[in-house]
């Protein structure tokens, strides 16, 4: 079987698991965003419980693997009568443990912004909120972009592993086509190339793109 | 807890002052920084505060825009106690919201401007009376339109600071802290980070408050020059304290201590 031929007849496979890559992926990022966003702010609050909570999040999903997250959410929650699909429980999993990594991209961004910017707000008399969300975040957020591109890149790679609880992803399809052909080095290739191209000519351009629109509404370009 | 029955809840009578600093105390650690200072400033006057650096100067006007904690002793504003709270008839400090009903009373400059990166001259302007005195943007705008008027800003109210200069930038800072309307204004070595022939334009537009508005104002300032020339009295600090106040031509030209005499003839051979 040439290449071709080979391409054409599990291309729409592929192409299928390429599809829930990309949903796992968003909706994994979007999770994460959100998480990291709220472990964030929680962890710079004086509030010791808050804190101490945010800190524990941090500590758990940063601290473990992955893998062995993504088999506690599908395998054991069932036994304390939290049962998700396996769809789902790829997403959540990757969401949480990024939202971890987030988070602290998130810190970091916040403490990056100048004191005198937090002086000028509390100046015209912002409540904390506000400040927070009006003067603080929008230039925390451009800080912390670059760092969010690599995050972003870690996740959509990190998705390979929802197809060790048989979610229908890329590397899922890779693996069902390798065992019924064994055409190794034809799939794993080709699943390689894919990743790359997403990783490479979508996602870290995407990036770029933001990152340069956020610093045009700063008027920084 | 700091025993504050001896201050009063309250200073009234037709000639209380604007800003008054009664025993204030504030300290880092061991490194006292304000040392039992008494300061009243009255209403429509324009004090500058002068010393050498680590003099307590600029830390006065931080306590007086709530920037600072305060460790002893109370600040009033227009008779009320700004960094503490009547609590039934006794003083407790401030909490957050007290000082949110109080601190609006006061506008503050920065030596390093701080204006928001994010946003135009004209939505710095805006911001706070939109987000925080609840204005519609409509009016908020009508309001830092004039001020940006004020300030000889008006052409440049789309710009973004990055696209400022120093001296545009302050000017602008100047704008929106006035947008606040407060009755208190505080400039914080304003001219300091500026190069030194744009340095007029910012002095010019103080000159323009001071005559033709009734602000009460404090200016810590290295510009002796300038403070000599539009302060209706200048306070000389030092160790945390004030060493010699008085009017700009009694102070300048024939200070009492020695301190403050050795300071300005440093001052002056600087130039």
Known sequence: MSFFEFMSLYWPRLMSGTGVTAAQFLLGAVLTVGLALVFGLMKMSSNRAIKGFAVVYIEIFRGTSLLVQLYWIFFVLPLFGITLEK????????????????????????????????????????????????????????????????????????????SLISVTDLMFEAKQINASTYLSAQIFGTALVIYYILARFLLTPFMRWLEGFMARKLGRA | MEDLSGFPLEI?????????FKKVRKSYGSLVVLDDLDLDVAAGEMVSVIGPSGSGKTTVLRMLMTLEKINGGVIYVDGKPLTHMDKGGKLLLANDKHLRTRRSDIGMCFQHFNLFPHMTAIQNCMEGPVQVLGLSKAEARDRGEELLELVGM??????????????????????RALAMRPKVMLFDEVTSALDPEVIGEVTNVIRKLVSEHNLTMLMVTHQMGFA??????????????IEEQGPPAELFGNPKRERTQQFLSAVKEAV
């Open chain 2, 12 to 20: 009234v009578g037709e000639n209380s002052p604007m800003v008054s």
């Open chain 2, 228 to 241: 000599r020339d539009i302060s209706d009295r200048v306070c000389f600090f030092y160790g945390g304290k």
């Open chain 1, 87 to 162: 769809f789902t429980a790829g997403w959540v999993a990757i969401g949480l443990n990024a939202g971890a990594y987030g988070a602290e991209l998130v810190r970091g961004g916040i403490m990056s912004v100048p004191k005198g910017q937090w002086e000028a707000a509390t100046a015209i008399n912002m409540s904390a909120a506000r400040r927070m969300r009006r003067i603080i975040l929008p230039q925390a957020l451009v800080n912390m972009l670059p760092a969010w591109g690599n995050l972003m890149v870690e996740i959509l790679k990190g998705t390979a592993l929802v």
């Open chain 2, 154 to 175: 008006i052409d440049k109210k789309d710009q973004h600071p990055s696209r400022l200069s120093g001296g545009q930038q302050q000017r602008v800072a100047i704008a």
